[in-house]
């Protein structure tokens, strides 16, 4: 047994998750399924079914019928990634990514279905085949409830619903722990572990105009980082061509893979003057740069929120609108004013994903034994420099259950690593006296607007090197002034204040590899697209970055990309 | 603050939970075409008080976090756009029915923690689930739980439930979560599934408030029927509902009276009944309450007084008249409800008459909802109804004073399912001297008495577990002298609720027929 920490209360589980969205839950039942020895619990900041993943919507990408073969799953995923994904992890993916929609069946996705009653399967932007499974444009939701309703049958998975973690415990090499917040009494708690699993998702949340939930703040990357895991490939962040307007609010890639025409103010399907043969079905980066040329050409249409396009599916009728797409038809109804039945909905590039996370390999495994990652927060790497639509669901399945799986075996042959009441200490200090006793007079809402303006201006879907290098300095200033902060709510119990202010202080660091990141890749490749060096360039650039934490910032670091069947070529749509 | 921008106040109900202390804020909040509840909740967390506390999330209704009662009413803010609600002024509060923590943040863990009595996975062999193959499942079987399969969890139901406050019910979206694996052509657990229900099903009173107001339309109040379908047909059901059903086949009424009695209350009457009579312009069907329990006669007979003073010519349908069936139906004999409306059908094709009123709310709901009932082209309403009317063409004159401060309590079948709130509201307004009160749950919002869906007989709730009992102290913290109603159910359950509370000295109910009659 370990030892005891006393000076605040400690909770011992053999594996903890952090993160309960759709590679967190994966993960518990992974680890819980592989032995009942093994003692599960999972830390999220909201209820499991409050997570972002709800918000999928297109679908699962898996190799399930003739016509299609795992190869060319991998070989359009890694064309998709602009040749940066590293293809012994793509190979297993794919090869990985059936039983993962097979084993939702079993436990109860109500998957769409053919007229033969198999699983229904949509053609998706840079897919070859039609091969995402999907549960109408529900299908993260009914994931996510399905995975719920799973995890929740074993009894050694405890779950631990908003708790906010806030840092990661090493001791020499090994995870030894954490320290997590319990929102609803405040107080603050260490959780020992032998093995931990990160799948906190994304951040798409430093921009203004994104699709993400609220919540999703990458807090994990970070707590990672500061432990010195590095963050890679942080500068490909992928936005999605259809970010409905004005909130943002994704609008399923499904809508063009049912048949969905883009269309600029002349009433022109402008595609055809960036994916010929693709057309609204090529590759996210590509129909977002198209978009936001279209846009800044002036050909775009003139709302009361600016200039925006046209996604038409008035041409599908209203039954196949019913059937395929009835969340969006509610979402556009109500939250935008326009039934897409009749009119068009207005779209724009939003900020989706992030290809790059912690750094960590096939097995899942961080540079940290003990400490795994999966999911958005992770990066393996699959998507490499553009991530193709329905492959991030497939990946929090398949990776959640690697890592479910490695960190429950981890467990099983190591012992518990010792806590050093200094870094418990300095965690205590941090939060509540240098963030929740600060008596600046710097507002949390103001930084954070700040911190989405800048990024929104400068590190969008074309970036310039001028741009990022003023972009980096506002950063760095904002967190100067984040030291200055005030918490206005001074009390313990459920402070969504406090919660806010520790999300954007995970923001800032983020925000500041990423412009890092992608100042220093002076090529364009996917979704990192520099006007001052528009071609990829594969001679100095085929490499991942690794940005590690240093106090004077993120120090970076390149390794190589694993290429193996599929040696870089042109990529065309 | 743009030229375009209304000013809405949000009145928002806070907790301060350090302090235990509840207290009020308002905040003037610009508003434009298209921001929501929620946007306007961060507008004020951001630039006018960081301390209000608020769950949220996804912020396209999908995630469930963000329920809160917007005057009076629960709501998802996330995805009800201010301007929408057609007000300058919002009240906020927390959900109901669920500890409150801090502002608009509940404890939800006890509606989470109900979902850990049901399966809520797919229920099959273990040599099944080793194949690696996927099932086969038509686009048609799928359709026939899609619809339950939208619950997005977000305890809204839950907070509305007046069940709930017993913690052995599941909770509406439990029970439809339940019914969608039920319903699933995959499953295979009916009698596991079914065996989870038998004894708490019988809590739900049918109020159809989770229907209501489910963000995502999920019917869960149906979806309870047919569990409860699914359970007498297998015989699974307690033997308080099984008495129920056994005395409706016998007697045609769930008192086990006998039928000749039925009109006993009426005899000394001046009344003209069915078969002598076949032909007035108003035919009043009493109901079983009415008919035969002694609290519930005094309405009909207020009624016969009511009705004799303004010269109505009307009929009864003396013992020939059968339950309607409604609280059989939603107990989930559906057989023995097709029997018993069968039989008022052909009654009611033996008589003409303009109208036929019905004293109780569930006669009311079942005659115009339900097949075969509904398929007839007749002229069912509620006595209130018919009463606005005559009030409103100068008819009814209402010589005496009643001097009491009166709230009225709207029937879940009268109001919720039928809409109607403003008719028996106007009688009442017109007695003279009569203080007319809301209570805090009104119209649509009304918490139930819990007497629906034939728990009126089947209840075994310790007291402080009944609905009856919260709203009789609802009514005692707004001063109430006498809680009115218009339906015999209602008037029982609340009448013992005031007993249980020993309040006799406090507090009368009465139904809306009783003051007529006072007051005529």
Redesign the interface.
């Known amino acids: 047994m370990p030892k005891p920490v006393k000076l605040m209360e400690t909770l011992i589980h053999d594996v903890v998750i952090i993160g309960a969205g759709m590679a967190g839950l994966r993960a518990a039942i992974a680890a819980a399924n592989l032995s009942n020895k093994v003692d599960v619990a999972v830390i999220s900041k909201?209820?499991p079914?409050?997570?972002?993943s709800?918000?999928a919507q297109g679908g699962s990408a898996a190799m399930?019928r003739e016509g299609d073969s795992n190869d060319l799953h991998a070989w359009d995923t890694i064309k998709g990634s602009d040749f940066l994904a590293d293809q012994d992890v793509v190979e297993y993916f794919v090869k990985q990514a059936p039983?993962e929609?097979?084993a939702l069946?079993?436990?109860?996705c109500?998957?769409?279905?053919?007229?033969?009653?198999?699983?229904n399967q949509r053609p998706f932007g840079g897919h070859s085949f039609p091969r995402a499974c999907f549960a109408a444009d529900?299908t993260g939701?009914?994931e996510m409830?399905?995975l719920?309703?799973?995890a929740?049958?074993y009894d050694n998975i405890k779950f631990f619903?908003e708790w906010f973690a806030t840092s990661l415990i090493i001791d020499d090499g090994f995870v030894a722990g954490l320290t997590a917040l319990e929102l609803?009494t405040g107080r603050m708690m260490i959780f020992r572990a032998k093995a931990i699993i990160m799948a906190t998702g994304g951040y798409a949340r430093i921009y203004e105009f994104t699709t993400f939930?609220?919540?999703a703040t990458g807090d994990g990357m970070t707590m990672a980082y500061r432990a010195g895991v590095p963050l890679k490939d942080m500068e490909f962040i992928q936005f999605h061509p259809t970010g409905m307007v004005?909130?943002g609010?994704?609008i399923t890639g499904g809508a063009r893979g049912e048949g969905g025409y883009l269309i600029n103010a002349k009433g022109e399907r402008f595609m055809k003057h960036y994916a010929p043969e693709k057309m609204e079905l090529a590759p996210r980066d590509i129909v977002s740069r198209a978009e936001t040329t279209e846009i800044e050409e002036g050909r775009g249409f003139n709302g009361p929120y600016g200039p925006y396009i046209a996604l038409d599916l008035r041409h599908l009728g209203e039954e196949k609108i019913n059937e395929r797409l009835p969340?969006i038809r509610?979402?556009a109804i109500?939250?935008?004013?326009v039934d897409p039945v009749r009119e068009p909905i207005p779209i724009k590039p939003a900020a989706h994903y992030s290809m790059g996370g912690i750094h960590a390999n096939i097995k899942t495994e961080t540079p940290i034994s003990g400490f795994y990652t999966a999911g958005e927060c992770a990066c393996l790497n699959v998507h490499g420099a553009n991530r193709l639509g329905t492959n991030s669901t497939s990946d929090c399945l398949v990776f959640g259950t690697v890592a479910g799986e490695e960190a429950a075996k981890f467990s099983l042959s190591h012992d518990y690593r010792d806590v050093s009441i200094g870094n418990v200490l300095s965690e205590e200090k941090r939060i509540f006296d240098e963030i929740l006793g600060s008596e600046g007079d710097e507002?949390?809402?103001v930084i954070r607007d700040e911190l989405r303006r800048i990024m929104s201006e400068k590190a969008w879907v074309f970036r310039k090197g001028n741009g990022l290098e003023s972009a980096l300095k506002a950063v760095q200033e904002l967190k100067k002034r984040y030291k200055n902060i005030r918490?206005?709510?001074k009390?313990?119990?459920?402070?969504?204040?406090l919660v806010g202010a520790l999300q954007l202080d995970f923001t800032l660091d983020l925000s500041e590899i990423t412009i890092s990141a992608a100042l220093a890749r002076t090529e364009s490749r996917g979704a990192h697209t520099r006007l001052d060096y528009p071609k990829r360039d594969d001679e100095n650039w085929l490499k991942h970055s690794l940005a590690y934490w240093s106090k004077e910032g993120p120090e970076l670091r390149y390794i190589p990309v694993t290429i193996a069947k599929w040696p870089p070529s042109a990529r065309t749509y | 603050m743009n030229s375009e921008d209304e000013i809405v106040d949000f009145e928002i109900h806070r907790f301060?939970?350090?302090k235990k202390e509840h207290y009020l804020s308002t905040y003037k909040v610009p508003v434009r075409?298209?921001m929501?509840l929620l946007n306007a909740l961060m507008y004020i967390?951001?630039?006018f008080?960081?301390?209000l506390?608020?769950?949220?999330?996804?912020?396209?209704?999908?995630?469930?976090?963000c329920g809160v009662m917007v005057n009076g009413k629960p709501m998802l803010a996330c995805?009800t756009?201010v301007l929408h609600l057609n007000s300058n002024r919002l009240v906020i509060e927390p959900l109901q029915n669920m500890p409150l923590?801090?502002d608009l943040?509940v404890?939800?863990?006890p509606f989470?923690d109900t979902?850990?009595k049901i399966?809520?996975?797919?229920i099959?062999p273990e040599e099944t689930?080793k194949k690696?193959?996927?099932?086969?499942?038509?686009?048609l079987?799928?359709k026939k739980?899609?619809d339950l399969?939208?619950c997005?969890?977000c305890s809204i139901c839950y907070s509305v439930c007046p069940a709930a406050i017993d913690e052995k019910f599941l909770g509406p979206a439990t029970c439809a979560t339940n019914y969608r694996?039920i319903s699933?052509s995959?499953?295979e657990g009916l009698s596991e599934r079914l065996k989870t229900l038998d004894d708490n099903i019988w809590l739900c009173t049918s109020c159809n408030s989770c229907t209501l107001f489910c963000p995502k339309e999920v019917d869960s109040s149906s979806s309870i029927i047919d569990e409860r379908s699914l359970m007498v047909e297998t015989g699974g059901i307690p033997k308080t509902v099984k008495d129920v059903l056994e005395s409706v086949v016998k007697y045609h009424n769930p008192m086990g009276m006998h039928p000749r009695k039925r009109m006993e209350w009426a005899k000394d009457l001046p009344v003209k009944m069915f078969p002598n009579v076949t032909k007035a312009e108003v035919l009043c069907f009493i109901g079983c309450a009415p008919a035969y329990d002694p609290r519930s006669q005094a309405i009909a007979k207020s009624m016969v007084s009511v009705f004799s003073n303004l010269s109505i010519d009307f009929a009864l349908l003396g013992s020939e008249e059968r339950c309607s069936g409604d609280h059989i139906l939603r107990l989930g004999e559906r057989g023995l409800f097709e029997m018993l409306a069968e039989h008022n059908i052909s009654i009611f094709k033996e008589f003409e008459s303009e109208r036929i009123l019905t004293i109780c709310p569930h006669c009311l709901n079942t005659f115009k909802k339900d097949k075969p009932y509904n398929t007839l082209g007749l002229n069912f309403q509620h006595y209130t109804e018919f009463l606005a009317e005559k009030l409103k063409n100068g008819e009814l004159s209402l010589p005496k004073s009643i001097n009491k401060k009166v709230a009225y309590h709207d029937p879940c079948f009268l109001g919720k399912r039928n809409e109607i709130y403003e008719a028996p509201r106007q009688i009442l307004k017109s007695i003279n001297k009569l203080e007319f009160v809301e209570l805090k749950r009104n119209r649509e919002n009304s918490f139930c008495c819990g007497g629906g869906a034939g728990r009126t007989w089947t209840e075994d709730a310790a007291p402080e577990n009944r609905p009856s009992v919260e709203r009789v102290k609802e009514a005692l913290n707004a001063g109430v002298e006498v809680i009115a109603t218009a339906c015999p159910f209602c008037v029982t359950t609340l009448e013992d609720a005031v007993k249980v509370l020993d309040l006799e000295d406090k507090i009368t109910v009465k139904d809306i027929l009783e003051l007529l009659m006072e007051a005529t």
């Open positions: 909201v209820y079914v409050r997570s972002h709800v918000c399930l039983q929609i097979i069946d079993h436990w109860g109500p998957w769409s279905r053919t007229k033969d009653g198999k699983i529900m939701f009914y409830h399905t719920d309703g799973k929740k049958t619903d609803k939930s609220h919540t004005p909130s609010i994704l969340l509610d979402v109500k939250l935008s004013g507002k949390v809402p918490v206005e709510d009390d313990s119990q459920f402070n969504t204040d | 301060n939970p350090q075409k298209g929501t967390k951001d630039n008080d960081g301390t506390g608020f769950r949220h999330s996804c912020r396209m209704g999908i995630c469930g976090s995805y756009q923590i801090k943040i404890d939800i863990q989470i979902y850990k399966r809520n996975v797919l099959k689930l690696l193959e996927e099932f086969i499942q038509t686009p079987e799928l739980y899609w399969s939208l997005i969890k694996f699933d995959r499953d």
